[in-house]
């Protein structure tokens, strides 16, 4: 695609209920960053990608999140059993390489919200 | 832990004037810093992108150093203008030796407020 897709663009979920939120690179792009950045916060690394790899999840707060980006395109971050200090816009970044100086490319973001 | 720490945490000057933020980094082996500024609600922009060489790098009325053996970055922004009110955060860049290429790792910003 032109540019990083993030989908949906809000999300408003029940406590305890799961969520799937999806991030579509720019086409080609090797490496795929997850960040949440909380109201008023800074931005909070969470995991990251190269192609289907991923290569740290420490950002990673529990169990409940996992991540995934099977055929190293398209990724998906899940959160199980919400919580409401989950609610943060969850963004998503890409790169055309691994390495090097490349260009950051971000997305949108999906604020979620968990009443 | 690799850490990038911002100063201040928020900041008000008036239109017209100059200001600078500040990044101290742990990151190591470094590879390369860039800085972006953020408009609330909406994604980060990349203004620079500096690697281990590079001492200093202008965008425009911004200006950013970069001093790899005290590992500390700076962003100068001369004669601000009210647009120049936005978050703005710095992102460190490591080298992985195992060959699955850089981390990131993101300050946690700078909040800048221009005046009248």
């Known amino acids: 695609g032109a540019g990083v897709s993030q989908s949906p663009r809000y999300k408003v979920t029940k406590r305890g209920q799961d969520v799937a939120l999806r991030c579509d690179p720019i086409s080609g792009h090797v490496s795929l960053y997850w960040y949440r950045q909380a109201l008023g916060q800074g931005p909070e690394f969470l995991t990251y990608f190269n192609y289907e790899a991923q290569q740290d999840k420490s950002g990673l707060p529990n169990d409940r999140f996992s991540a995934e980006r099977p055929e190293g395109s398209i990724s998906t971050l899940t959160i199980q059993r919400t919580e409401q200090r989950d609610s943060a816009m969850y963004r998503c970044?890409?790169?055309?390489?691994?390495?090097?100086?490349?260009?950051?490319?971000f997305g949108e973001g999906s604020r979620l919200t968990v009443l | 832990k690799n850490q990038v720490e911002q100063s201040p945490q928020s900041l008000i000057i008036l239109e017209g004037k100059n200001c600078t933020l500040q990044?101290?980094?742990?990151?190591?082996?470094?590879?390369?810093l860039r800085w972006y500024k953020q408009d609330t609600g909406r994604g980060p922009v990349s203004l620079t992108i500096m690697t281990f060489s590079e001492n200093t790098k202008s965008n425009g009325r911004y200006t950013a150093t970069l001093d790899a053996d005290t590992k500390q970055s700076s962003l100068h922004i001369t004669a601000s203008q009210l647009s120049d009110s936005a978050s703005y955060i710095c992102v460190v860049s490591d080298i992985m030796v195992t060959g699955g290429g850089n981390k990131l790792t993101f300050g946690t910003g700078t909040q800048l407020k221009v005046e009248l």
């Open positions: 970044a890409s790169r055309r390489t691994s390495g090097g100086a490349g260009e950051l490319f």
């Open positions: 990044c101290n980094y742990t990151v190591s082996p470094f590879s390369n």
